[in-house]
Every structure is written in C-alpha cells, then in structure tokens.
C-alpha cells in the first residue's frame, strides 16, 4: 500500500501530503522533498513517479521473499534466480557464475526475457479469452438446443392426448434442471476464468508500469520475482483447460405409443472440449513439424473455387501454422488466402511481382520474394496484409525458404541468409555461377535443397555439394518440400510428375502422374494429409489426398 503522506517528512513527525514516489527508495515524497530529492547526490538519478499514476495492485519490492529484510542483491546465473545475501551461501555456494543485480540487470528492458515475460503474459491472456469464448458458446447453444428440444416435445404432444399435460411437465422439469445443473458449473467456471484474467492482467499492469517509469533493476526484479506467480496462473489456465468438457442436451423419444409411460428423456452428449491450450514453455519448446508421414499415393479431390477472383500464374504456396493457405501469382502481382477447410477468403495486391512464398514456423509471418525486384515482402498472415518489404542489394530474388531461425533467399550464382527480421547474416555459393535457386527448401540437418532447370542440387550450408539429382523424367524441376524423416519431393513441371527422393539424392517413387497439366509449386497441409497443387500454369489451385 502506497502512504497517503510523505515519509521522510513523517519520520520527523511531520504531516505533508505526498504527490510523487521513488522508484528506487520505495517512499512517497512532498513537492519539498521531491525537489529535494532531485539535486541530493546519491538520489538524483532516481526514478520519481507521480502518486495518482501509480496501478493500485503495484508491487515492486525490491527484498528477498524468504528474508524479507535483506535485498535481491545478486543474480545466480547457474540457477536462474536472483537472491540475497543470506540464500547466496546457503543454496548457492558452489555456483560458478554470479553476479550482482546492479551488473546483471543492464539494459534489461530490452532482453530478450523481458520480451517473453510480456509474451506469456499476452500469451495468458489470450489462452483466457478463448477459454471464456467456449464457455460462454457452450451456454449459448445449450439454450439453443433446449428450444429445439422444446419444439420435439411440442410435437410429440399433437400425438398423445389424455396423459399428455402431466408427462410434458414431468419432462419440461428434468430439462430445466439439468440444464440448470449444467450451467451453473459452466458459470462457476467462468468465474475461475475471470478471476484468472484479474490475475494476469495485475502482473501486466505492473510491467507496463515498470517498462514506462522503473529502472533496470526493478524491471529484471519484478521479472523474476514474477516469474512463480505468472508459471502458477499459467497451470491453473492448463488445469482449468483439461477439465473442461463441451455439454450438449440430447433428447431420446419414446418408440412405443401404445405402451406409453412417459415421453422421453433428457441426456448429456459429453464431447471434449474444442479448446486446446499448451503452456507459453511447451509452445516454446515445439519444434515447427510440418510432414507427419510419408506419401505413397496422390487422389485429385477438387479445385479451391476462388469466387470470382482469377489466377494467372500462381508461382508460390505456403501453408501456416494455423493451416492458412497462402499463394502468390507473379502476373496479378496479388497475395491468395484460404482458410483451413480450403475456403477462399481474400487476396491482396503487392507492390512487386511475387515469386516464391514460405511461412515461418512458430510465427503468423510468411515472407514472399519478388521475381524482378530486389525486394523481399514480409506477411502478417493474420491481419492479410503487407507489414513490411526488405531491400537487397542485388536485385531480383527467386526461390524463399523460412526456418524458426533463418530465411533463405535465391539470387543468381547465391543464396542469400538473413535473420527473421530480414537483416543479411552471411552468402552461400550456388554450384555454378549461372545458378538461379528457382525454389528453396531446408533438411532438418542444415542442408538446402535448391532446383535449377531440369536439375536438383543439394549443398551444405557451406556451399559443399551432397548431392545433384537429374532423371529423364524429371523436366523442368521446381517446387522442392521436405518432410520429417528428410525425404525430398520435387515437382517437375514439364514432366508433370513428383519425384521422391531419400535424403542422400536417390529416386524412390515418382508420384502423381494424372490430374497434373503444368504445375508450377506445391505444399501439404500441416498433417500432411492433403497436398495443395498451382496447376494448369498457375491458373487453378487443385487439392489432392494423400495416403
């Protein structure tokens, strides 16, 4: 609780109203001892912040939890944890590397572990507003289906007559309360989701507040002061999550007129719940696994009806996290998106030609490479739109692979390697210098896999060949996926074909002869189950099954 007064003023039995507090001292002070404060040579540099800014629910202590008297004055780095003078010796005595706090916690703000601490906490708070979403959708359509169940009753009723009004009410009163049963536990579940929020958005408030007005000390503090509370809330989001169960009234009618005693009854249908919530570490943790199986056979199901919309040349095809599909078409210049049930959504125009696409793992970002320009286009998949484009220094960029690090970009004679921001890191060498990376894809191992013409080459990421892949039916090769266990799929447009490869470059199977005329790229569905296809030069986007 902050003082309503000035506390160094009420140390000298004085009584004069506060109006701004000391980060680093913890004291409220008046507008004499602020000033004060100001010019003082060992506070002078202090944080002052006003009362009436401060969060009500704020706690920036800067002590020891267990020694409430000592301050966290040091940083194991061994143990992750900060700590006084009492916890050093008696838990960590034989850590190599600590430090003091005042060293550990420069330039803290800007850490990557205050970033993720924001992160989970927006991660929280997201993972509760979809859990109140279901809930609240659940109750919705329980009232839904007991009006539905109503009208079945209703109708029953024309059939029956001389016992009817005494059985309809019998059954009306089991359908209320187990409805009301239902709901109850679905609004006290509600509640634990509210009180869960309260929590969350308490310890968001306060780093807010710490990012905007308290020092680099109290911010790398209050991070792992934190940390407990956020990982306790966070399991009670998974607990909460696991015992979740989506409810649903399910009416059984009675068959037997003649032998009639009563009208039915009133059962729950229990299904587990649509909503699915992994902890902030398992999501961390989760490496980008994007081919769950090998593919032995190829089905046409149909074409994606665009409505309206017409391609002309789809070169790229990437697939998201979230099953969002996505293709860029050089001619049109626009960017296609499809929902996970393949329904089209939108498209959207780009400033260049765009060539090739990828989505990067772990992120709701794909990044596009345009054909003639120099230029790389970042994508916010959610939002359907361009968040920003990269220049490079040389110009046009061909085929683009992204992995949860790097993105890969093809220009003639190189591939160029940059960051997730876009920022370049380091050039890898082609085989030859007349080499266009048409299409781009990454092994698990670091190896790239790139084609050319009718060619397929496979280089370290030191530019050392693997392996080069040529066959007589292999013409004019171009999309390259690679699935979990490394075997490569490259689709060979004039030859109309996919070719499976293993790891170490030797034909296995040539898949998907009918139903292809051109195809220019291809992705699967995160599962793997389906392949989507730029077919017909481009102009249409076709799904197929696999198995």
Same mark, same amino acid.
């Given at each position: 609780?902050?003082?309503?007064?000035?506390?160094?003023?009420?140390?000298?039995?004085?009584?004069?109203?506060?109006?701004?507090?000391?980060?680093?001292?913890?004291?409220?002070?008046?507008?004499?001892?602020?000033?004060?404060?100001?010019?003082?040579?060992?506070?002078?540099?202090?944080?002052?912040?006003?009362?009436?800014?401060?969060?009500?629910?704020?706690?920036?202590?800067?002590?020891?939890?267990?020694?409430?008297?000592?301050?966290?004055?040091?940083?194991?780095?061994?143990?992750?944890?900060?700590?006084?003078?009492?916890?050093?010796?008696?838990?960590?005595?034989?850590?190599?590397?600590?430090?003091?706090?005042?060293?550990?916690?420069?330039?803290?703000?800007?850490?990557?572990? /205050?970033?993720? /601490?924001?992160?989970?906490?927006?991660?929280?708070?997201? *993972?509760?507003?979809?859990?109140?979403?279901?809930?609240?959708?659940?109750?919705?359509?329980?009232?839904? @289906?007991?009006?539905?169940?109503?009208?079945?009753?209703?109708?029953?009723?024309?059939?029956?007559?001389?016992?009817?009004?005494?059985?309809?009410?019998?059954?009306?009163?089991?359908?209320? @309360?187990?409805?009301?049963?239902?709901?109850?536990?679905?609004?006290?579940?509600?509640?634990?989701?509210?009180?869960?929020?309260?929590?969350?958005?308490?310890?968001?408030?306060?780093?807010?507040?710490?990012?905007?007005?308290?020092? @680099?000390?109290?911010?790398?503090?209050?991070?792992?002061?934190?940390?407990?509370?956020?990982?306790?809330?966070?399991?009670?989001?998974?607990?909460?999550?696991?015992?979740?169960?989506?409810?649903?009234?399910?009416?059984?009618?009675?068959?037997?007129?003649?032998?009639?005693?009563?009208?039915?009854?009133?059962?729950?249908?229990?299904?587990?719940?649509?909503?699915?919530?992994?902890?902030?570490?398992?999501?961390?943790?989760?490496?980008?696994?994007?081919?769950?199986?090998?593919?032995?056979?190829?089905?046409?199901? /149909?074409?994606?009806?665009?409505?309206?919309?017409?391609?002309?040349?789809?070169?790229?095809?990437?697939?998201?996290?979230?099953?969002?599909?996505?293709?860029?078409?050089?001619?049109?210049?626009?960017?296609?998106?499809?929902?996970?049930?393949?329904?089209?959504?939108?498209?959207?125009?780009?400033?260049?030609?765009?060539?090739?696409?990828?989505?990067?793992?772990?992120?709701?970002?794909?990044?596009?490479?345009?054909?003639?320009?120099?230029?790389?286009?970042?994508?916010?998949?959610?939002?359907?739109?361009?968040?920003?484009?990269?220049?490079?220094?040389?110009?046009?960029?061909?085929?683009?692979? *992204?992995?949860?690090?790097?993105?890969?970009?093809?220009?003639?004679?190189?591939?160029?390697?940059?960051?997730?921001?876009?920022?370049?890191?380091?050039?890898?060498?082609?085989?030859?210098?007349?080499?266009?990376?048409?299409?781009?894809?990454?092994?698990?191992?670091?190896?790239?896999?790139?084609?050319?013409?009718?060619?397929?080459?496979?280089?370290?990421?030191?530019?050392?060949?693997?392996?080069?892949?040529?066959?007589?039916?292999?013409?004019?090769?171009?999309?390259?996926?690679?699935?979990?266990?490394?075997?490569?799929?490259?689709?060979?447009?004039?030859?109309?074909?996919?070719?499976?490869?293993?790891?170490?470059?030797?034909?296995?199977?040539?898949?998907?002869?009918?139903?292809?005329?051109?195809?220019?790229?291809?992705?699967?569905?995160?599962?793997?189950?389906?392949?989507?296809?730029?077919?017909?030069?481009?102009?249409?986007?076709?799904? /197929?099954?696999?198995?």
């Amino acid at each position: 609780m902050i003082a309503k007064y000035c506390e160094p003023c009420t140390a000298r039995s004085m009584t004069q109203t506060a109006f701004q507090w000391c980060t680093e001292c913890e004291e409220t002070l008046c507008s004499e001892c602020t000033e004060a404060h100001k010019v003082q040579k060992m506070s002078r540099s202090h944080h002052l912040v006003e009362i009436c800014k401060l969060p009500k629910n704020i706690h920036l202590s800067n002590n020891c939890s267990m020694h409430q008297h000592l301050p966290l004055d040091y940083f194991c780095v061994d143990h992750d944890i900060v700590c006084c003078k009492e916890c050093l010796p008696k838990n960590h005595r034989v850590c190599k590397n600590v430090t003091s706090t005042d060293i550990a916690s420069k330039s803290s703000k800007q850490s990557e572990t /205050f970033l993720n /601490f924001k992160e989970q906490l927006c991660f929280i708070l997201e *993972a509760l507003e979809r859990l109140n979403t279901n809930r609240k959708e659940n109750c919705s359509r329980i009232e839904q @289906e007991e009006t539905q169940i109503r009208n079945q009753i209703a109708k029953i009723k024309e059939n029956i007559i001389q016992r009817l009004d005494s059985l309809e009410e019998s059954l009306i009163y089991q359908l209320t @309360e187990l409805k009301n049963k239902d709901v109850t536990g679905i609004k006290r579940q509600e509640k634990d989701i509210g009180d869960l929020v309260a929590s969350t958005n308490a310890q968001k408030e306060v780093l807010e507040f710490i990012r905007d007005h308290g020092s @680099e000390k109290q911010a790398f503090i209050s991070i792992y002061s934190s940390k407990p509370i956020l990982d306790v809330i966070e399991n009670k989001v998974k607990e909460l999550t696991e015992s979740f169960v989506d409810t649903s009234l399910w009416f059984v009618e009675s068959v037997s007129i003649e032998n009639l005693t009563d009208l039915g009854s009133i059962e729950w249908k229990y299904t587990p719940s649509s909503v699915s919530i992994d902890t902030y570490k398992q999501r961390q943790s989760q490496a980008p696994v994007v081919l769950k199986r090998q593919v032995t056979s190829i089905t046409h199901l /149909f074409d994606i009806d665009l409505k309206g919309e017409k391609l002309e040349g789809a070169t790229g095809i990437t697939i998201s996290d979230n099953n969002t599909l996505i293709f860029c078409d050089v001619i049109t210049k626009k960017l296609y998106f499809c929902d996970e049930n393949d329904t089209y959504l939108s498209s959207i125009c780009c400033p260049y030609d765009p060539w090739d696409i990828s989505a990067i793992p772990q992120t709701t970002t794909a990044v596009v490479s345009c054909a003639y320009n120099s230029y790389i286009l970042f994508v916010d998949i959610n939002g359907r739109k361009i968040s920003k484009q990269i220049q490079l220094k040389q110009k046009g960029t061909d085929g683009v692979s *992204a992995t949860k690090d790097e993105i890969f970009v093809g220009a003639k004679g190189k591939i160029h390697v940059l960051d997730l921001c876009g920022n370049f890191k380091r050039t890898i060498n082609a085989q030859k210098v007349e080499h266009c990376p048409g299409f781009i894809s990454v092994c698990s191992n670091g190896n790239i896999c790139y084609s050319f013409n009718h060619e397929i080459y496979c280089i370290t990421s030191n530019g050392n060949t693997v392996f080069t892949y040529t066959s007589p039916d292999l013409r004019q090769s171009r999309d390259i996926q690679i699935d979990d266990v490394d075997n490569i799929y490259v689709l060979g447009r004039d030859s109309q074909n996919i070719h499976k490869l293993t790891s170490s470059g030797t034909l296995e199977d040539i898949l998907l002869k009918d139903n292809l005329c051109k195809p220019l790229a291809f992705c699967y569905n995160k599962k793997r189950f389906k392949i989507y296809i730029a077919n017909n030069d481009g102009k249409t986007i076709s799904v /197929f099954k696999t198995s």
